[in-house]
């Protein structure tokens, strides 16, 4: 399975934006996905994930209210839309399938990676 995430870019603190992860060569509808996040100097961090029917969801506590992650699995894509972005949103997002269909914030539980999309929030 590929994951190719998309949608990164530049944006003003207080803005949107949508980021998408596309899977090939195999289906993600059985699993559970996720999306992390790593800036500069830091490392990876939990940013949100959702059930393999999209009913369940859960998000990191600095993105909770702000952030919505949700799927389409007839286009075997997983969305995340970034509302009120903050410059420590800045990082690069990558979107990971989990091994099971009930998601966690546990990186070491998620088997396909994608390559990750750059987000920068400007002040």
């Known amino acids: 399975v590929q994951l190719q995430a998309s949608g990164g870019g530049l944006v003003q603190a207080g803005g949107s934006l949508n980021i998408s992860c596309t899977a090939s060569?195999?289906?993600?509808?059985?699993?559970?996905m996720g999306w992390f996040r790593q800036a500069p100097g830091k490392e990876r961090a939990f940013v949100a994930t959702?059930?393999?029917?999209?009913?369940?969801?859960r998000y990191a506590d600095s993105v909770k209210g702000r952030f919505t992650i949700s799927r389409d699995n007839a286009k075997n894509t997983v969305y995340l839309r970034m509302n009120s972005l903050k410059p420590e949103d800045t990082a690069v997002y990558y979107c990971?399938?989990?091994?099971?269909?009930w998601g966690a914030g546990d990186s070491r539980q998620y088997d396909y990676w994608g390559q990750g999309t750059q987000v920068t929030v400007s002040s």
């Open positions: 990971a399938r989990h091994r099971t269909r």
């Open positions: 060569g195999g289906t993600v509808g059985g699993n559970a």
């Open positions: 959702i059930s393999r029917n999209g009913v369940g969801a």
